[in-house]
RNA sequence: GCGGAUGUGGUGGAAUGGCAGACACCGGGGACUUAAAAUCCCCUGACUUCACCGUCGUGCGGGUUCGAGUCCCGCCAUCCGCACCA
């Protein structure tokens, strides 16, 4: 036992850093002999504010499992890279006159320090970035499969877009009526925009979810938002017209109860029919006004139904015979089914407001409720419905009425997503090119394979157009072209991507990243995929993880990859917030800077409080007090080298407690239990001090157990303990059962289940005979005291209850 | 409205139906020190008590059980996601 210096987290943590870099110690291996573990975090935006310390709690999680996958003998894949397209950037380089790609190169080098400042054991040799032509031509690439195969099309319809981005938007951008890079609100307007048809795997996309293992509400979020509907198109001929109306309703069985129909105010069929209407300028007005009005307008404080009738036009309730007067009614989207409803105000609450505000029949189908108070959505027993009469389970009157609108040949069967096709272009500069041609002659012409990538122009104004065009379209050079296909003259298609192009298969290109002939060789992909696990944030869940397992599944469809799923397991971090318990924002002020308290405690007692604040999964507020609480627990570790002795048992409870902790850690680790991990240890330590002295044997078993969590200071203890191989390439300790057997326990007596005593017993005490011998014993002879003794339960190694009278 | 989660000390949080509050933070007391920092030791859910003992205690109300923070039924509150989705 000699004098220690102090623990300098400093010194000893840049010392590691280096090594580790000039070793490559944390490169995947290129053999594919063993095992492999695939483990990924969603590779970071490289913004210009750098990280903050929400930022490492995935990568922290994630880099413990890697770093205890590698002692437990399986060949690590660990990437990281950088989803570097967006509009961020490109704001920032508009407003400080740079190229965004000066700026994306310098906040990527600064995100790398940061991260290499933490210790992660990343692959960087296998860094990707989705702005280099490198990768993205295989973006480009798999985009060019897509269209293809029929799944790129152009359409014009009313689209999300962002005034103030001046963008198109998906619908998983706009989700809340917001954009999602300003905050501000979006408008709908009439656009020409290409759509990837991810609707055409909807179903895939529900299916493939039985074969992961993602956490119960990532899955069911998933399905949300997908949002399959069975149920039935119904077509309404208009009464005096050779035309029809379809809708689209998930009860058929109620048609009996159809009193009028409600269109959404921008359906199609309204101008077709303009001269019949009779009330076409009350129609304009109305279409006006809602046109007018927010999303907070229409789904929050439109309780109130507004509408109005259409003169002139009505249709014929195809089962019944009946007219049935149709309504204009911004209840009803344009986006959803067919744009067009059948009202049944007895049954449904909205087709009930509105009967009632307008005055129209409410006819009951459905016995069970009252309908002069509300509609009535329970079961019950058909009524007024001919041959559904008396039917009295939903399931088998919607299948009689199937089956009848089959044979009157005037419906069919539909199934209904609210998951709409994903508006794919921005127009913008900083994004990947969409490499279609328009020709004038041809249509729509794709780039030939071998001219990709398809780079983009250098320019210096990258200015949004005005005309909602993409600065792309300002440059004579770029947009004028020859058409692949006849040779004449032709321009480029000038909008790019949106940001989740490139981060929708980066996970492909890490299995091999710098392939120029194929995205990825077949072999590399066959070895390391699926992703083994997956850790990342829940506000992906319907956008990036909706993505890209689509884009993932038309490559197997295609036979470019061998699984049909990219990601085994999903797992999700929750937030880290301010100090004051709110999300970490700028505007807020309350942002902590990883630098600063890496400064001050070091990188391994950050990640240690980064693990230790609380449940994983769970919204966590940060706390400086308790991030010193966790370099004091290190401190306490370093000290524990004062105590190593030459020999090689000092105290049976000890090494006990040093199988339990092995236990204990690595099993948490497997759950993602950090915390309680770390709790094991320090009681393990706050043991280990209590001690005159430890073994060299328990020391290293701590380091090895510790050592993903705290690695520098581990190494260097390692190192200090005369070991010149790294502690990385140590296998991870086991733990022996036996060892963990104690010969005498102590449990608590309960009186009728309240605990009035403890007891030590021998540890291998049968039920049979603790049931039979503990109720002489002196001490639960104390508490009995004499009374009538009615049940005796004995829980091995817990406790015995004593049921008395 | 629909879906998901959460509710335990002053704080973050532990707890396969089996000793509620592990492990920490904060706070209090003591040791060491000229002093401070660091470190070490002790106390720290509430009420009662000098202390032991005892009583109460996991959002609320019921229930199942020898035994409930945990399971069941009914509420309340908070957070997240979706939302006039036919």
């Known amino acids: 036992m000699s004098e220690i210096p102090a623990y300098q987290p400093k010194a000893i943590e840049s010392k590691w850093q280096k090594i580790w870099a000039e070793t490559h110690a944390f490169e995947a291996e290129a053999s594919h002999e063993k095992p492999k573990f695939y483990g990924l975090i969603e590779f970071p935006y490289p913004s210009g504010h750098g990280l903050h310390v929400g930022h490492p709690r995935s990568n922290t999680a994630m880099d413990i499992i890697a770093r205890k996958r590698r002692m437990q003998g399986y060949n690590v894949l660990f990437p990281i890279g950088w989803d570097a397209f967006g509009l961020p950037t490109e704001n920032y380089a508009i407003k400080n006159h740079v190229h965004p790609a000066k700026v994306t190169k310098e906040n990527i080098d600064h995100f790398r320090s940061q991260l290499q400042m933490l210790g992660f054991s990343f692959d960087y040799s296998r860094e990707v970035d989705t702005t280099d032509p490198g990768y993205f031509r295989w973006t480009q690439w798999i985009f060019l499969k897509m269209f293809e195969h029929g799944l790129v099309f152009r359409d014009k319809t009313l689209v999300n877009y962002c005034p103030s981005c001046k963008v198109v938007l998906s619908n998983e951008d706009s989700q809340g009526g917001k ?165 049944v105000p007895a049954h449904d609450q909205r087709d009930w407001e509105f009967a009632t505000k307008f005055g129209i029949d409410i006819v009951e189908v459905i016995q069970g409720g009252d309908i002069t108070k509300e509609a009535y959505t329970g079961d019950g027993v058909m009524v007024n419905s001919d041959f559904l009469n008396g039917y009295t389970n939903k399931k088998d009157s919607i299948a009689r009425m199937l089956e009848e609108i089959e044979k009157r040949g005037i419906g069919r069967p539909g199934v209904q997503y609210k998951m709409k096709d994903w508006a794919f272009n921005r127009q913008r500069y900083w994004g990947e090119p969409i490499p279609l041609i328009h020709c004038p002659k041809c249509g729509v012409v794709a780039v030939p394979y071998e001219e990709l990538p398809l780079r983009l122009p250098d320019v210096d104004d990258f200015e949004p157009g005005t005309d909602g065009k993409s600065p792309l379209a300002r440059i004579e050079s770029f947009v004028n072209c020859k058409c692949p296909k006849c040779g004449g003259d032709a321009k480029r298609e000038t909008d790019t991507m949106p940001q989740w192009a490139g981060s929708s298969w980066y996970f492909l290109r890490y299995c091999d990243p710098h392939n120029d002939q194929v995205y990825a060789d077949r072999g590399e992909l066959d070895y390391w995929m699926p992703v083994d696990w997956y850790n990342g944030g829940m506000e992906h869940v319907t956008r990036h993880l909706l993505y890209s397992r689509f884009w993932h599944q038309f490559l197997y469809d295609i036979g470019e990859v061998g699984c049909p799923e990219p990601y085994a397991k999903r797992t999700a971090q929750g937030l880290i917030l301010g100090t004051d318990g709110e999300k970490m924002s700028k505007s807020r002020g309350n942002v902590v800077n990883p630098e600063e308290v890496v400064d001050e405690i070091g990188a391994d007692a950050f990640r240690c409080y980064e693990m230790f604040m609380g449940a994983f999964d769970q919204a966590i507020p940060w706390s400086t007090n308790g991030a010193k609480g966790c370099k004091k627990f290190l401190d306490r570790v370093w000290r524990l080298q004062e105590k190593v002795g030459e020999g090689d048992s000092y105290s049976p409870a000890l090494n006990a407690a040093v199988h339990e902790a092995v236990k204990k850690v690595s099993e948490d680790i497997e759950r993602m239990k950090f915390n309680t991990a770390i709790a094991a240890m320090m009681s393990l330590v706050n043991e280990m001090m209590a001690q005159p002295a430890i ?45 963990l057997q104690k010969s005498e326990v102590e449990i608590a007596v309960q009186i009728n289940g309240k605990v009035r005593g403890r007891i030590h017993i021998p540890a291998d005490l049968t039920r049979e005979s603790a049931e039979k011998e503990l109720p002489e014993n002196p001490e639960v002879q104390r508490l009995t005291n004499g009374k009538q003794i009615m049940k005796v339960i004995f829980v091995p190694g817990r406790l015995l209850n004593i049921v008395v009278k």
């Open 179 to 343: 954009c999602d890079i300003c905050h501000n609100d979006v408008v709908q307007l009439p656009k020409d925009v290409w759509y990837l048809r991810i609707t055409a795997y909807a179903d895939r996309l529900l299916e493939g979810l039985k074969d992961v293992d993602y956490p119960e509400n990532i899955a069911q979020q998933q399905v949300n938002w997908i949002g399959k509907s069975t149920g039935a198109f119904v077509r309404f001929p208009f009464e005096g017209l050779d035309e029809e109306i379809e809708i689209y309703t998930t009860r058929p069985d109620t048609l009996f109860g159809v009193t009028f129909m409600v269109m959404a105010p921008e359906h199609p069929l309204i101008d077709k029919y303009a001269d019949r209407i009779r009330n076409m300028d009350a129609i304009r007005a109305y279409r006006d006004e809602c046109a007018k009005k927010t999303e907070f307008e229409r789904t929050q404080l439109a309780k109130e139904k507004t509408g109005l009738k259409l003169e002139g036009l009505s249709a014929v309730n195809p089962i019944t015979g009946k007219t049935v007067p149709i309504y204009l009614s911004d209840y009803v989207m344009m986006g959803y089914g067919t744009g067009a409803i059948m009202a």
């Open 695 to 739: 073994t060299r044997a328990e020391m290293e078993t701590l380091l090895k157990i510790l050592s993903p969590v705290a690695p520098h200071i581990c190494e260097e203890m390692w190192q200090n303990l005369g070991h010149t191989e790294p502690i990385h390439h140590q296998p991870w300790p086991v733990w022996d059962e036996a060892a």
